[in-house]
């Protein structure tokens, strides 16, 4: 524990008891989605949460705390607020030493979770290495923290705005394993599939939080990836989706946008150049991956009551 970090009762509560905890990023609420989809997703996505049994922790840094688990009001402010910073693991002490308020990415979500003590998280996406990376180096801090923060993250692959290749080369490098829940193929965010294999298929939640438990029994220092890929009512037409991604990219390019603005200014231009398919095909797969963190939330609370097991 330390002094910026303020946890929520309920979220307190349930940490202390052994009770199911997930915790959910807030760039996708501030970058990720227009207002007001992305409010109407932020309150959704935790009410999902609560209906499966666990406790959602929403967070976020708020006037220099680490909030864990967020108010109406701040969950309100967060979706309201253009140009809410977004906060990566290295803006963190920038960000709270000044008193001020970000949206934490995968990274610096990741980074606040284990900090609380929590062990699973549910996102969208993560980021990964950028197509292109061999010229750029852009590559998402969210893997290396995936490389050494414990916490299990729900994701539905990364999106195709990535390069899925280079970005499971980049986890095998630094020891993460890529779990596929009930699939063998690394999902790509709009599509179900990308042609790429996940390390591990498990086919159910209580499977992957023994996984998840083992790695922490053996004090094992990174992250676990979780794919679920879209539910395949939502997928989106592959060729369809790739088009829209190789025109945003490339007015990315035109416009000469790099580093932190790139993957808020390519949604962005997706949801424009896809009439708001792309957004409805997001929100899909953000609640399927809350559904799915916090069954996985569950079981590893039961994991974590068999003593037996972790003596
Ligand atoms: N994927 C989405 N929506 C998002 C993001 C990813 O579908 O909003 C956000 C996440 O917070 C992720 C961040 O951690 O983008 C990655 O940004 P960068 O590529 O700059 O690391
Ligand atoms: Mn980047």
Redesign the pocket.
């Known amino acids: 524990m330390n002094n910026y970090l303020k946890i929520s009762n309920e979220v307190q509560a349930a940490l202390a008891e052994g009770r199911p905890v997930v915790a959910l990023?807030s760039?996708?609420i501030s970058?990720?989605f227009p207002y007001p989809q992305n409010l109407e997703c932020a309150r959704r996505c935790e009410q999902i949460i609560r209906e499966a049994g666990a406790v959602p922790a929403t967070i976020a840094i708020i006037d220099g705390w680490i909030k864990v688990g967020l108010t109406e009001g701040e969950l309100v402010r967060l979706a309201e607020t253009r140009e809410m910073a977004k906060c990566?693991r290295r803006d963190v002490a920038a960000i709270l030493s000044r008193g001020g308020s970000g949206a934490t990415?995968?990274?610096g979500t990741m980074l606040f979770a284990a900090m609380a003590g929590i062990r699973v998280f549910a996102?969208?996406?993560?980021?990964g290495v950028h197509r292109g990376a061999q010229q750029t180096f852009d590559i998402?801090?969210?893997l290396e923290e995936l490389a050494q923060t414990p916490v299990a993250v729900v994701s539905a692959g990364v999106?195709s705005i990535l390069d899925i290749p280079l970005t499971r080369e980049y986890l095998e490098t630094a020891g993460v394993p890529v779990i596929g829940y009930d699939t063998d193929e690394f999902p790509n965010?709009y599509t179900r599939t990308s042609g790429i294999r996940v390390d591990y298929n498990l086919e159910t939640t209580r499977e992957i939080a023994k996984l998840i438990h083992t790695s922490h029994v053996l004090g094992l220092r990174g992250g676990i990836l979780i794919c679920n890929p879209i539910p395949p009512e939502y997928a989106l037409d592959p060729a369809y989706i790739d088009e829209k991604i190789e025109a945003a990219i490339a007015e990315a390019q035109a416009q000469g946008i790099s580093g932190?603005a790139?993957?808020?200014f390519l949604?962005g231009k997706l949801y424009e150049i896809t009439g708001g398919k792309s957004i409805e095909a997001?929100r899909a797969l953000v609640f399927n991956n809350a559904k799915v963190a916090a069954g996985i939330a569950v079981d590893l609370a039961g994991w974590n009551k068999i003593t037996s097991f972790s003596s």
């Open positions: 990023e760039t996708i970058h990720g990566s990415t995968v990274a996102t969208g996406g993560i980021g998402s801090a969210d999106k965010f932190k790139t993957t808020p949604l997001n």
